[in-house]
């Protein structure tokens, strides 16, 4: 069933009958996204959040200067958007890309707003959804101002195995916030050091 994932992604937190699966699963737009498709662009309305049912997505800021900076990816069993466009009806900031070929769910602000009334208990999962993006976001900010580069480096990768596996160097730079030439030089101390252990060994 296309929508057993999702189904067991919400009943991490809440429990729902077969009138409210039937209800929630009627409100969601599935869309199939080719690798290097847009789901959002700077300036455009944010209409949507995102259930990556498949596939990798990336979210990130484009500055003046053309410069990009992500802010978060999103693999399978993941949700995304814009979280401040989204809830208050703004233009994006952001930009989301698919890194890969996916499959998401697409649920609106609106059908969001009606699940509330409807089904309350969303309420429930969504406010954990939030706030776990929230402290998420708050942990990395503490992490980019108290650690060094190859600090974050490796609790990114020990933190999201599954996403080093899925994106470019060029991308994880932009996440780290240093160059890829940088971050270069950090996996290849990295390796050497790994190779020196495999010797003494």
Known sequence: MIYNLILENITKHISLDQEEIHYFTSCLKQKKVSKKEFILKG??????????????????????????????????????????????DQPAMLTIEAVEESIIFQLSKDDLDSLYIKTPKFERFFRIIFQNAYIREQLRTIQNLSLTAEERYNSFINKY??????????????????TPEFLSTIRSNKHKINVSFDKIS
């Open 43 to 88: 300036e455009q309305t944010c209409k949507y959040i995102n259930f990556v049912h498949s596939g990798i997505l990336r979210a990130y800021y484009l500055d003046k200067e053309g410069k990009q900076s992500t802010i978060m990816f999103a693999v399978t069993d993941w949700w995304i958007t814009d979280m401040f466009c989204f809830i208050n």
């Open 161 to 178: 195995p599954q996403v080093v596996k899925q994106v470019t160097q060029k991308q994880i730079a932009s996440y780290l916030g240093i």
